[in-house]
């Protein structure tokens, strides 16, 4: 048998256990009674043993083994859980995780595993020694009383522990009256009610789905429940609006392989080309739809509208295809705050939201280095020892909260954090002294005040917290999402804490656009971030601190006028001229062009600006004409 | 005697209908609020037993404010009142802790109904 075909699908299939793994040694360490932990981790311990021994990969599936053997002693009963244990069984996570990446390469895991496997092994025999000295009574199973509370079943109405398991699985559908308002937010009401009574999974469609208008008002899921049907029933019913609930035992494990069947994996490489490719054609149908206007040929203006609508159908498939929910980066920070706060003598509480919130594969790719950056800032800068957080009147525990949110066509990734926030007053003596800015200010605004730190070369570890030695790396966090078309917001209060906001568009690939004119060059305004257009001449002009700026409901909107700007000759004067209102996060600016050229689809082609090229722009695409065009920076602009 | 709700929206044309349906069906309204922040704060003072919510509000909006009000009282009764086409909205709202919506334009009947099966 050739295995090497199965490679890919091991390290993928290993990873995700590896990651569960991180999961659950987190939620056990929080609750060492837990017992639904520990039957998590063997199992995906054990099933990662049997995948790396067909694959002959016989030095990791011998630390699996030994990993297993431990957390079967525990399972048993016959070794009680100590904090060492999680220790090494963390470390063993990170070695198997390492050695999957090696073993398709052909290498066998590091040194340290056998050091680690030695250490399993005798914390294992040092267990049982002491459990058969206390006598046959097992360590675990007296004790666990009713405090066990698994990660997964938190929502888990009381039952003892094992019967948590014994509950039987319903299949529940349930459909909305179709003359019902919002069928979504109905269906997720019932949802909701059902969470009450059990665990929930397999929620179909997706709770992201269910803001979507054209939600067919059906919703499946499965729940693991002590309630009888009839319960459940009635429950889901009480949530209003409810035309039909199903409610059908769950049947066992065998189906559930056969449904997971019509599921395959596909190599991101390939979503990656396909993309690629739906993109192209984009730019092919936006030509051909041009081509189709000026044609009187009633056939090909036929042709040319039925293909469009085709590729519109293509390109919003391969989106969706690519849509992975942030959770996928979320999850690795419960693993990563806690080796930092310990690392760092903190106390961190780490709260995730929004989890569900799906974004562009690639787009999340880009995110999660930015958000690792941030969450060692947050940990390392801003949250305070224990000791001086309980003498500033705070909780010895700091808080971050990571979350996610939708906003119109953006995804906005907040990393907050209660700890004692930036020193302004220190970054503005530094940057006075750097000569960034006027000697005469007397404070910085939280958005100048991310304009210094986020200059590259700009020091700043010594200066915001004492902590010297790394950088604080805001640099590259801007760069990165300001590449992928996003925007970065700070705000900070000085003892109160710090908040990063990451907006980011929910694709890269292709961008609804619009197309101006300045003098005799086109620019293209990505559209998430226009929020109106008006007429120049039908706006009163005033005055906001020294920058001109027009009145739109009566909110003063500082100008900027492209042609000046971007230093274009042959601009027009004056008269009725648009402009075009940009957004980002709360800021906005008034872009003044000569002309509106409408709307287009562009695929943004990478860009790589020569050196002292001003930072008004983001990106460079190819427009409908075959035309290069240089794609504006909303974000630079505001 | 009835239970005591909440009424908060922006707009005084639409809190004085809402609080007409609900006096008329015999519930006591004890406060209203205009803006997402004096919500929460007329909440704190206040404990209603049912709060009406508009989505849209100045000065932190309605979702914002369900937050707040269940980060304190995670059993607090909020009913949003939505517009059509903010379905997304009303998603976020019931993640937010949200109990149940009505939508714009009401119609009283809709609301009274939304109204019982939130107080339960």
Not at chain 1, 250 to 260: G, L
């Amino acid at each position: 048998m050739d295995l090497a075909k199965y490679a890919a699908l091991f390290v993928s299939e290993s990873r995700e256990h590896l990651q569960a793994c991180n999961q659950l040694l987190l939620a056990w360490e929080r609750d060492p009674e837990a017992t639904a932990p520990v039957e998590g981790l063997f199992r995906a311990v054990h099933s990662l043993k049997g995948m790396a021994a067909t694959m002959g990969f016989t030095p990791l599936a011998e630390l699996a083994h030994r990993a297993e053997n431990l957390l079967d002693a525990v399972r048993g009963g016959r070794l009680a859980v100590k904090p060492e244990h999680f220790e090494l069984l963390f470390r063993s996570v990170d070695e198997l995780e390492d050695g999957v990446s090696r073993a398709t390469t052909g290498k066998g895991l590091r040194a340290e595993a056998a050091s680690l496997v030695k250490a399993l092994d005798a914390a294992v025999k040092r267990g049982e020694r002491g459990a058969a000295t206390r006598g046959a009574k097992g360590a675990k199973g007296a004790e666990a009383g009713e405090g066990a509370k698994g990660a997964e079943s938190a929502k888990a109405p009381e039952g003892a522990k094992d019967a948590k398991d014994e509950r039987p699985s319903l299949d529940v559908k349930i459909t909305v009256r179709p003359d019902a308002l919002l069928r979504g937010a109905r269906a997720l009401l019932a949802l909701r009610k059902a969470e009450a009574l059990g665990a929930v999974s397999r929620v179909t469609p997706q709770v992201s789905e269910l803001e979507r208008e054209d939600f067919d008002g059906r919703l499946a899921f499965r729940i693991r429940t002590g309630a009888a049907p009839s319960e459940v029933d009635a429950v889901i019913r009480s949530a209003g609006d409810i035309a039909g609930v199903a409610i059908d035992l769950a049947s066992d494990e065998a189906t559930v392989d056969a449904t997971a069947l019509r599921q395959i994996r596909i190599d991101l490489a390939r979503l990656d080309v396909l993309m690629k490719l739906a993109g192209e054609l984009v730019v092919a149908r936006n030509r051909l739809v041009e081509l189709a206007r000026g044609s009187t040929d009633p056939e090909l203006v036929q042709v040319g509208e039925r293909i469009s609508r085709l590729v519109g159908a293509v390109q919003a498939e391969v989106l969706e295809a690519r849509l992975t929910p942030v959770r996928e980066v979320f999850d690795r920070f419960p693993r990563v705050v806690r080796d930092l706060a310990r690392d760092l003598g903190r106390q961190v509480r780490l709260e995730v939201e929004g989890g569900d919130i799906e974004l562009d594969r690639a787009v999340l790719d880009e995110v999660a280095d930015p958000l690792v950056h941030l969450v060692r800032n947050a940990i390392d800068h801003g949250i305070e020892p224990p000791r001086d957080r309980v003498k500033a009147g705070k909780t010895a525990e700091g808080r971050l909260r990571l979350s996610a949110s939708r906003e119109r066509n953006s995804v906005a990734i907040r990393v907050a954090d209660d700890g004692r926030g930036i020193d302004r007053s220190k970054i503005l003596a530094k940057a006075k002294a750097d000569g960034l800015v006027d000697a005469a200010a007397e404070t910085l605004a939280d958005d100048q005040l991310l304009r210094i730190l986020s200059r590259s070369g700009f020091s700043t570890a010594a200066v915001v917290s004492g902590v010297s030695g790394r950088g604080v790396g805001v640099d590259v966090v801007m760069t990165r999402i300001r590449q992928l078309g996003g925007a970065v917001e700070l705000v900070t209060e000085a003892g109160q804490g710090t908040a990063f906001v990451l907006r980011v568009p929910l694709t890269l690939a292709i961008v609804r656009s619009l197309l101006v004119q300045v003098g005799a060059e086109r620019y293209v305004v990505p559209l998430n971030y226009v929020s109106e257009t008006i007429e120049f001449s039908a706006t009163p002009v005033t005055a906001l601190g020294d920058r001109e700026a027009l009145v739109i409901r009566e909110q003063p909107v500082p100008t900027v006028h492209l042609h000046r700007l971007l230093n274009i000759a042959g601009a027009a004067t004056a008269g009725r001229r648009p402009v075009l209102v940009v957004q980002v996060g709360e800021r906005r600016s008034a872009l003044v062009v000569d002309a509106l050229l409408g709307q287009q689809e562009i695929v943004v082609e990478p860009f790589d600006a020569p050196r002292g090229m001003p930072g008004w722009f983001s990106g460079a695409t190819i427009l409908a004409d075959g035309a290069p065009a240089l794609i504006l920076d909303a974000a630079a602009l505001v | 005697m009835g239970h005591t709700v909440l009424v908060c929206d922006d707009a005084i044309f639409m809190r004085t209908m809402i609080a007409d349906i609900l006096a008329a069906a015999g519930y006591e309204v004890i406060g209203e609020a205009e803006t997402g922040a004096q919500a929460v704060q007329k909440y704190r003072e206040l404990k209603p037993d049912l709060v009406t919510m508009d989505i849209v509000m100045p000065d932190m909006g309605g979702i914002d404010a369900v937050r707040e009000i269940c980060k304190d009282d995670p059993d607090a009764k909020v009913l949003m009142c939505s517009a059509m086409g903010q379905q997304a909205l009303v998603v976020e709202a019931i993640q937010a802790g949200a109990k149940d919506f009505v939508v714009k334009p009401f119609q009283p009947s809709r609301v009274l109904e939304a109204v019982q099966r939130v107080l339960g």
